[in-house]
């Protein structure tokens, strides 16, 4: 399963890095949306897999006997998607402004600001 | 309340932001709002940095979990002076954008969002945990994209797509180095993986999390070759806004980098050779940048760039001594380039226009405006008793005791480049003989304001430019501050000590 999920989170990095760089800014934000789900997947992997282990401590001791979930990655998983579902609905929304604004959606275009004023 | 004193500085933002979330039409009683905020502010951090460099690092572990296993709040000397600089420099701004900014960008809730950036940035000079300083820095960008693309004017909208999708890039390669150091260590608290790193085997991991780490505070940075987001985007929103990101937002990716270099990733020649060489060509990328440029906050924000890699190259020298250089240049640095922002906001309120060919005569209207904004030029410089020739010496003293003689020349390229665009916006802008020709339409200029209007332009810069003489004079002073600050980060025993050893 580790491996499958690794190459999956590969997939997800280089597909989000690729879109990123695409000329037109609706892909920028597909590879935005790609990209952030695939270092949640690494997140979620640095914490190991472990499959039907609770992340409790008995109640007749002190320490963790068995193996158990790390539960650390989940929760950071969770801060991250929201964070970065906050960040992707702003892009959206930025998006739409700037082509109603600039007329355009190649990015290639939107060099004005480099020229100098 | 005493013991809670390290999370005052977050606490009173965001009351402040929260208290400024109702009546937004009302921008009246925003502005008088939002300046008492930042005066509390600077009170708090005035005294907390009182408190530090009285008693010494103070903690507070959130919600009672001890560290390492909770998210713990540290207020060391860097971090209380980075809050201190930080409220100084808020202050100013508030004072600025109350009278500089139009009404109609105002009405969009506007300052409850420059609370919420200041509280971002307190939050993360202040967190002790690693991930904790993630969402900081997505509270400070996002923050950050409002501010910048409030207005929705052309170029505006161009920038802020430009500053999304580098920042963006930043964030998600700095999370990426956090989920492997956390898959490697098993924990969060910087103290703590500061202990667990050093005692790791496999190495070569470790060097991947410190380039990503690199890479993803490096373009925040804004340094060579990942700096393109910053003059693509600094001259578009209004100066106020330049001013708070030219002086804060980037010196904060320098401040992780150098927290995070001290204390997580241990010494290593290749990472200090890695540091050096892109703090030359920062640097040098910078100056020639600022050379060809004409609009005025263009030129500032190539030569944030250049001085940035002022600093970086300190880090990368990695003595004490070089570190107290990049530190007092940081203390520099954030006084100064806050204030030229909002002395080019000053000059287009003059003249209407940004654009050094197209100004000139300003020594002739305004002859004592004049002279306060040569004094900033000149420590912009570092002419000798002014404030950026004091770290230059710490820098150039150990660059010289290391032989690390290509930052050296950069060291010296850059300081030139700097004197000569110095020269050169005072002979175009002040000196030259040219009546610009003043737009007319929605825009009013700075002789037909009110007393108290022109006041609230000028108190600000004065006020700032008062802080970088003190630096200059007062060199002695900040010496001692910063050496202690090197000290502490060179050994950071004391750091772990008062995160991880408490009663």
Redesign the interface.
């Known amino acids: 399963m580790e491996v499958v999920l690794a190459i999956i989170t590969g997939i997800l990095y280089a597909a989000g890095i690729y879109m990123m760089m695409r000329r037109s800014i609706v892909k920028l934000i597909i590879g935005v949306i790609l990209f952030s789900n695939g270092v949640n997947l690494l997140i979620f992997l640095s914490g190991r897999l472990k499959k039907g282990k609770p992340p409790l401590i008995p109640g007749s001791s002190d320490v963790f006997i068995e193996a158990y979930t790390d539960p650390i990655p989940q929760a950071l998983i969770l801060t991250a998607i929201v964070i970065s579902f906050g960040l992707q609905a702003f892009a959206i929304v930025l998006v739409k402004r700037a082509y109603k604004v600039l007329h355009t959606d190649d990015l290639d275009q939107l060099n004005t600001t480099d020229e100098d004023s | 309340m005493m013991e809670n004193l390290v999370i005052w500085p977050l606490a009173v933002h965001f009351f402040f932001s929260l208290i400024l979330m109702f009546g937004w039409k009302n921008i009246k009683l925003q502005k008088n709002v939002t300046i008492i905020g930042n005066s509390v502010s600077l009170a708090v951090a005035i005294y907390l940095f009182i408190n530090i460099y009285q008693n010494g690092t103070q903690t507070l572990a959130a919600g009672g979990w001890e560290a390492p296993f909770g998210i713990v709040f540290v207020s060391d000397l860097f971090a209380a002076t980075l809050v201190l600089l930080t409220a100084i420099s808020g202050f100013a701004v508030s004072i600025f954008t109350v009278v500089s900014v139009m009404n109609a960008r105002l009405r969009f809730g506007f300052f409850s969002v420059y609370h919420f950036l200041l509280l971002g940035l307190n939050g993360a000079f202040l967190t002790g945990d690693i ?1 904790n300083l ?2 900081w820095f ?1 509270i400070i ?2 923050s950050s ?2 501010l910048i ?1 409030i207005g ?4 505006q ?6 500053y ?2 580098l920042n ?2 930043a964030s ?1 390669i700095f ?2 180095g ?3 150091l ?2 490697l260590t ?1 924990t ?1 608290n910087m103290a703590d993986l500061s202990v667990k790193i050093a005692n790791l085997e496999s190495r070569s991991l470790v060097d991947i999390c410190a380039v990503l780490f690199f890479v993803g505070f490096g373009i925040k940075s804004a340094v060579f070759p990942l700096y393109f987001w910053l ?3 600094y ?2 929103p209004p100066s106020a806004v330049s001013a708070i990101f030219g002086g804060l937002l980037t010196k904060v990716g320098v401040y992780a980098l150098i927290r995070v270099f001290t204390l997580i990733f241990i010494e290593d020649p290749f990472l200090q050779t890695f540091i050096l060489a892109i703090a030359f060509f920062t640097i040098i990328s910078g100056a020639f940048g600022a050379l ?4 005025l906050r ?1 030129i500032f924000s190539y030569l944030i760039i250049c001085h940035i890699g002022f600093i970086i190259g300190g880090l990368g020298v990695y003595t004490e001594l070089a570190l107290a250089g990049a530190l007092f240049y940081l203390v520099h640095d954030i006084m100064v380039k806050t204030n030229i922002y909002l002395i080019s906001g000053l000059i287009y309120r003059l003249k209407g226009n940004n ?1 050094i060919k197209q100004l000139g005569n300003i020594y002739r209207d305004y002859p004592r405006l004049s002279v306060i904004i040569a004094v900033i030029l000149f420590s912009l410089v570092g002419v000798p008793p002014l404030s950026g020739f004091w770290p230059k010496v710490s820098l150039f003293k150990a660059a010289f005791a290391n032989a690390n003689y290509w930052y050296i020349g950069a060291l010296i390229f850059g300081s030139l480049i700097t004197l000569i665009i110095a020269a050169r916006i005072w002979s175009e802008v002040f000196w030259k003989n040219k009546d610009t020709e003043i737009p007319t339409r929605r825009f009013i200029q700075f002789d037909k304001l009110k007393n108290l209007q022109k006041a609230q332009f000028v108190v600000p810069i004065i006020v700032l430019a008062v802080i970088s003489l003190y630096i200059g004079f007062g060199a002695q002073h900040v010496q001692e501050l910063v050496s202690e600050i090197a000290h502490d980060l060179k050994n950071k025993r004391s750091y772990i000590d008062a995160v991880l050893n408490q009663e």
Not at chain 2, 292 to 295: D, E, G, H, L
């Open positions: 991930f993630y969402v997505e960008i996002i994209f409002v693309s929705g004017e052309k170029n909208l161009e920038g802020a797509v430009k999304f999708a963006f890039m998600m999370l990426t956090l989920g492997l956390y898959g098993g969060l003059p693509a985007s001259h578009t060809i440029n004409n609009n263009k654009n």
